[in-house]
T-cell receptor
Framework: GAVVSQHPSWVICKSGTSVKIECRSL??????MFWYRQFPKQSLMLMAT?????????EQGVEKDKFLINHASLTLSTLTVTSAHPEDSSFYIC??????????FGPGTRLTVT | GQQLNQSPQSMFIQEGEDVSMNCTSS?????WLWYKQDPGEGPVLLIA?????ELTSNGRLTAQFGITRKDSFLNISASIPSDVGIYFC????????????FGTGTKLQVIP
């Protein structure tokens, strides 16, 4: 149980375009999901908290207008990277909150902006 | 802030050897979490610790919640090639409601 999927697993896009990444909890409902970004050889950095039915909360330094988050249902959160630039190239990982300190992570999405 | 520093940063070990790594913080944590991340994948929870001094095992893995609440340790016994990956400690963000912060990571490589 407690499976989280992400789609796509990797994506290449041109600078200036937008990319949407989906995060789904497959066998449980999650009112809260988290989005992380991980640069090569670095740790996971929390970008934002996605709350079902309400606005996402963003960590300091993360541009809310650039990283649009929509938590439309109890099993789906989406992250849209708008007007992507090469510096946005990274590994984006979502997680779904399933209980006290229980977060189940997706397999990640590798974004490359050319 | 609640920074978690892990050491060593990376290590090469021979298959069959035991491994020890640690995680330290300048802040007190009430929960310690240990994750493993395989290349190109998301982290997977290995062990959760909830009480100072607690020692918890998961197969060949054993983790301890430091008595000062400012550190935690992870040991892997009789390492095997599939132990390769990055090990992260993590703890709840103070006042952060469900959010956790991740340590700097320890990259483990096992030589067959």
């Amino acid at each position: 149980g407690a499976v989280v999927s992400q789609h796509p697993s990797w994506v290449i896009c041109k600078s200036g375009t937008s990319v949407k990444i989906e995060c789904r909890s497959l066998d449980f409902q999650a009112t809260t999901m988290f989005w992380y970004r991980q640069f090569p050889k670095q740790s996971l950095m929390l970008m934002a908290t996605s709350n079902e039915g309400s606005k996402a909360t963003y960590e300091q330094g993360v541009e809310k207008d650039k990283f649009l988050i929509n938590h439309a249902s109890l099993t789906l959160s989406t992250l849209t990277v708008t007007s992507a630039h090469p510096e946005d190239s990274s590994f984006y990982i979502c997680s779904a909150y399933a209980g006290v300190h229980e977060q189940y992570f997706g397999p990640g999405t590798r974004l490359t902006v050319t | 802030g609640q920074q978690l520093n892990q050491s060593p940063q990376s290590m090469f070990i021979q298959e069959g050897e035991d491994v020890s790594m640690n995680c330290t913080s300048s802040s007190i944590f009430n929960t310690w979490l240990w994750y493993k991340q395989d290349p190109g994948e998301g982290p997977v929870l290995l062990i959760a610790l909830y009480k100072a001094g607690e020692l918890t095992s998961n197969g060949r893995l054993t983790a301890q919640f430091g008595i000062t609440r400012k550190d935690s340790f992870l040991n892997i016994s009789a390492s095997i090639p599939s132990d390769v990956g990055i090990y992260f400690c993590a703890g709840p963000v103070l006042g952060g409601y469900q959010k956790v912060t991740f340590g700097t990571g320890t990259k483990l490589q096992v030589i067959p």
